[in-house]
């Protein structure tokens, strides 16, 4: 069964810092890694898709990379900003390459 | 906006009474989901559907039934609502597989059960 485990759970740091978050699965026969952000009472939003065959995407001041041999992915934030504060998680989808399984998450808090 | 709603937004109820929330998608997308998300524990896949009237288990599928009748409207359905079920749910859709195109997501049911 494909665990996805994320740390830290939460993370606090001040405005601009470079920031990086982690997220571990268990199971290396992914199809893809998702990294989605969620603001509190909200629904998610999707940051960055990662195909299995990739290394990294990259949108903005956001960078993925993905290692999937060694059940691995990092999500880097450049410059942090205050709006840069929510939930973020990650997700793989399993070779059925329909069912998501997500971590817990990592709360950032980005202080002005 | 992905043009998904959830009806109703918060719900509080009983022990032993059914629920149904409603999704309701306007893009016409295939594939629908339903999660439900709870502290600790991220968001785990009840049931999706993949086509009107076609519908699969996900992973915390016992408890939960649904049903889509119509490309825009998928139900799920708590037939005898437990306290174990009080959670946050969301719907999502996608164009294609989840795995292979974003999913996206409502604004969520928060659910109380007394």
């Known amino acids: 069964k494909q665990e996805v485990t994320q740390i830290p759970a939460a993370l606090s740091v001040p405005e601009g810092e470079n920031l990086v978050l982690n997220c571990s699965f268990t199971d290396s026969a992914i199809y893809n890694l998702q990294w989605f952000r969620q603001d509190p009472g909200k629904g998610l939003t999707s940051l960055l898709l990662i195909q299995s065959s990739q290394r990294e995407q990259t949108s903005g001041r956001l960078n993925a990379s993905l290692d999937k041999s060694s059940g691995r992915s990092t999500l880097y934030i450049a410059a942090s900003q205050p709006g840069d504060s929510a939930t973020y998680l990650c997700?793989?989808?399993?070779?059925?390459?329909?069912?998501?399984?997500f971590g817990a998450g990592t709360i950032l808090r980005v202080k002005s | 906006d992905a043009g998904i709603t959830q009806s109703p937004r918060h719900k509080v109820t009983e022990t032993g009474t059914p629920v149904t929330l409603r999704c309701h998608q306007t893009?016409?997308?295939?594939?629908m989901y339903w999660y439900r998300q709870d502290p600790g524990h991220g968001l785990r896949l009840i049931h999706y559907?993949?086509?009107?009237?076609?519908?699969d288990k996900g992973e915390v599928s016992d408890g939960y039934s649904v049903s889509r009748s119509k490309t825009e409207d998928f139900l799920l359905t708590l037939e005898s609502a437990t306290s174990s079920q009080t959670s946050v749910y969301f719907c999502?859709?996608?164009?294609?597989?989840?795995?292979?195109?974003?999913?996206?997501f409502g604004p969520g049911t928060r659910l109380t059960v007394l």
């Open positions: 559907s993949y086509g009107v009237k076609d519908t």
């Open positions: 997700a793989v989808t399993g070779r059925d390459g329909n069912k998501l399984v």
């Open positions: 893009e016409n997308h295939r594939y």
């Open positions: 999502a859709i996608s164009e294609g597989q989840g795995g292979v195109d974003t999913q996206y």
